[in-house]
């Protein structure tokens, strides 16, 4: 581990050169580059058709059933939130739900590699529900119709046979991948192409609820087999950060090992229970990059990343998301949706999600490592090059005062405007040196 002061510098000619204290990620920030307005995302607009984009969606209302069956769906109904699972394909069409969660059609994990790698077998209560599925006529069209279409077969193609589609529906109800998907596509009202619904333009309710289901979905996949080591909860946001989708939509993955960066965490950890404090949120709040807070988080401008990215942190002394109060999970939503916001949505970006597994304190690793909840915002506006794969080194146009500059005036506006949750920012946060729990 470096010393805190070698984290962050600024060279006499303002070059700043930043290094990761977990990966050891360098990155430099050459003067002169971030005032450049930030690249756009998408291409020119064009006028919206009217009904908008529903035809060409499959994650748009009215395209239910190009996805596999749902896992659960929530609905609103004034302030009140209604989940509904367990519906049979002839119920989807019934409601509107705002949010969802269905099966991704092309998972990382099948359950092949779950059976096969590990052993593990469907639970009964899953096999249950598929046979249900299966035994109901709209239930097994809906089901053929979804195999067609992942195997790119027009809809009047030979179906599958009744083994495939058997061992289809096993995998989308016993799913380890799933996706969250709100219900617009472009914000109400829209009538260009480019007014999509981003997680910014969500209400501060609407983004509540869907950071919750994300975290429902976590747990119930923690939950789903012993083998599951990690579940990995991302989102990409336009083409530059790997979305093939301009409809907003967030994963949750079940994988069978924790992953680099927990490893890394873990082991700066193990030396030190304070590493996060001491190497990241005190070096931060020393450098004047903190965005803003709450009782329950903290969102700051990051070092040592690939891209310009901002942290957000819980500071509740629960590790695992689900375990956060209902309050604290909203005060970690509210700085996400905040910082979201002030990015706009034309912006790139990806936001990834780290946490402590519950399977760590049975690793051979450090029992009740101090792992913090954090989300971590990467604005995708360059590509890697030839000098970043030779050198290690990474180029960012923005360095962490830039993201500070560009984020603080827009959080600003947006609280001002009401369509942020009320926050502390920038020089008005009381967040005190130390405050991540160790
Ligand atoms: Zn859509």
């Given at each position: 581990m470096r010393p805190s002061h070698e984290l962050l510098q600024v060279l006499p000619d303002g070059t700043v050169k930043q290094r990761n204290p977990f990966t050891g990620t360098q990155v430099w920030t050459m003067p002169g580059r971030g005032k450049r307005p930030l690249p756009a995302a998408l291409d020119e607009p064009t006028p919206l058709p009217p009904g908008g984009v529903a035809d060409r969606c499959?994650?748009?209302?009215?395209?239910?059933?190009?996805?596999?069956?749902?896992r659960a769906r929530l609905l609103r109904e004034g302030d009140q939130w209604t989940t509904l699972t367990g519906l049979r394909a002839d119920q989807l069409a019934l409601t509107e739900p705002l949010f969802r969660r269905v099966p991704n059609?092309?998972?990382?994990?099948?359950l092949d590699y779950w059976r096969l790698n590990h052993g593990v077998e469907l639970s009964d209560e899953v096999v249950e529900r598929a046979e249900q599925y299966l035994a109901d006529a709209a239930g097994r069209a809906h089901l053929a119709h979804v195999w067609r279409l992942k195997h790119r077969l027009a809809d009047d193609a030979p179906g599958p046979d009744r083994q495939a589609l058997r061992q289809a529906a096993l995998g989308w109800f016993g799913t380890t991948h799933e996706l969250v998907i709100p219900r617009r596509h472009h914000v109400e009202g829209a009538t260009a192409t480019d007014q999509l619904a981003s997680s910014g333009e969500l209400s501060v309710a609407e983004h509540r609820a869907y950071v919750a289901m994300s975290v429902e979905a976590m747990a119930d996949l923690y939950a789903s087999?012993?083998?599951?080591?990690y579940v990995s909860v991302f989102q990409n946001w336009l083409k530059p950060a790997g979305a093939s989708f301009e409809h907003l939509h967030r994963q949750v993955v079940a994988i069978d090992e924790v992953g680099a960066h927990v490893d890394a965490a873990a082991d700066v950890l193990a030396r030190n229970p304070n590493a996060f404090n001491e190497h990241l949120l005190d070096v931060a709040i020393e450098h004047g990059l903190v965005l803003a807070a709450n009782e329950h988080a903290v969102a700051l401008a990051g070092f040592g990343h690939r891209y310009p990215s901002i942290e957000v942190y819980s500071l509740s002394q629960q590790q695992e998301p689900w375990r956060l109060s209902p309050q604290q999970l909203d005060g970690m939503s509210d700085l996400l949706h905040a910082m979201h916001a002030a990015a706009g949505p034309t912006l790139s970006c990806n936001e990834e999600w780290h946490h402590r597994p519950p399977t760590l304190d049975e690793?051979?690793?450090?029992?009740?490592?101090?792992?913090p909840f954090r989300i971590i915002l990467k604005w995708r506006i360059s590509t890697l090059a030839g000098f970043e794969g030779a050198t290690k080194i990474y180029l960012n146009t923005l360095s962490p005062w830039d993201v500070r500059n560009r984020v603080l005036p827009r959080l600003e506006e947006l609280r001002s405007q009401g369509r942020i949750a009320p926050m502390q920012i920038g020089d008005e946060c009381q967040v005190a040196k130390g405050s991540i729990p160790s």
């Open positions: 499959a994650f748009c209302p009215g395209h239910h059933l190009d996805n596999p069956p749902e059609l092309f998972e990382i994990c099948s087999n012993a083998a599951v080591r690793g051979p690793v450090e029992t009740d490592l101090p792992v």
